[in-house]
């Protein structure tokens, strides 16, 4: 994949703070991509997943976005994923969300990745799990 600057400088940045932190046996490996909008941040993302699957560390990915960018996560991902995923989009009701919850528990040979819009993240915080 190929990258502009800033998002090869925030991906070299995750890639050596990640080091640092396996080294010391930290628990929490994450980073916040604080770019503004239009920057690149989903395939900063993208480009940090991608490196923590083949570090065989991330199996599965829950992407909590608002209800616009659903799509575009979808779109993205399509484009630029280079590692075998399997994507589910929480659509619908309560119920139809469960439902799609259930069938990803089921995909353990890809990368598992949750989409959900942010209203409906808190509603099913307390009733599923991935």
């Given at each position: ?16 703070l ?15 991509l ?29 992407i ?28 619908g ?7 799609i919850l259930?069938?990803?528990k ?18 099913l915080?307390?009733?599923?799990e991935?």
């Amino acid at each position: 994949m190929n990258l502009f600057q800033h998002q090869q400088a925030a991906l070299d940045f995750y890639i050596k703070l990640y080091s640092q932190m396996r080294m010391v046996g930290a628990h929490s490996l994450g980073v916040a991509l604080l770019m503004e909008m239009g920057c690149g941040k989903t395939v900063t993302s993208i480009s940090i997943a991608d490196f923590l699957y083949h570090q065989r560390d991330l199996h599965k990915v829950l992407i909590v976005a608002p209800l616009s960018i659903l799509p575009v996560w979808e779109e993205e991902l399509a484009k630029f994923a280079e590692f075998p995923y399997s994507v589910f989009t929480l659509k619908g009701t309560s119920d139809q969300k469960r439902q799609i919850l259930s069938q990803a528990k089921r995909y353990a040979e890809n990368m598992r990745i949750v989409i959900v819009n942010y209203e409906s993240a808190w509603r099913l915080e307390r009733t599923a799990e991935l």
